[in-house]
């Protein structure tokens, strides 16, 4: 059972960003997902359901995903700390495409939607949580701030690679600037 709501979370989200939210129906889920007709809606009984629960998967996904890239970095090494972001980046406007896409067409629903606001925001300070350990790690002074700023810089760099695709996108010089000019 738990694995079938995870189906039809992960079409969801592929459904969210290859096509957007308007295109987030009960029927395109199901058919994304393989599932029959009516799983999604047995799942999630109305719109807000799913898109909580789309929020909630997103959010435990992106961060097995965080935790996969930054596994074993050097708290003595800020450098590598910068690479992992960047690997991170490249994966999230790469094979992980989709579910990038996928969140920020929830940021932006969110503008026009306020109800979409409050699971947003939940997500946000949970990867916001995370984030300040990460550089509380590697010495920050003021985790809370830098990792709030870091995550601001990561997001607008996944923004513009995906709008604005470079072949050679190598965010890692300037995470690392970055990380200097908050660590050092």
Do not use: C, K
């Not at 096509?19 to 994304?32: H, I, K, M, P």
């Not at 599932?35 to 435990?60: C, E």
Request: aromatic content about 8%; cysteine-free; overall charge negative.
């Amino acid at each position: 059972m738990a694995r079938r709501r995870e189906q039809v979370l992960d079409a969801a989200l592929e459904v969210l960003g290859a096509e957007g939210s308007r295109r987030l129906t009960y029927q395109a889920v199901d058919a994304a997902a393989g599932v029959p007709t009516g799983t999604t809606s047995n799942y999630f009984r109305n719109r807000g359901a799913l898109i909580d629960g789309i929020v909630d998967h997103l959010q435990a996904v992106e961060h097995r995903e965080w935790e996969t890239f930054a596994a074993g970095t050097d708290p003595a090494d800020p450098g590598e700390l910068a690479d992992a972001m960047a690997a991170f980046a490249r994966h999230a406007t790469g094979s992980g495409r989709a579910r990038t896409a996928a969140r920020f067409a929830l940021f932006l629903e969110a503008a026009a939607r306020p109800e979409l606001r409050a699971p947003l925001a939940r997500g946000r300070q949970a990867v916001l949580a995370w984030s300040a350990e990460w550089v509380r790690r590697f010495g920050s002074r003021a985790p809370e701030r830098h990792g709030r700023i870091l995550l601001d810089h990561l997001d607008g760099v996944v923004l513009h690679q995906l709008a604005f695709p470079d072949d050679d996108f190598n965010p890692a010089p300037e995470i690392r600037e970055l990380l200097a000019g908050l660590l050092g």
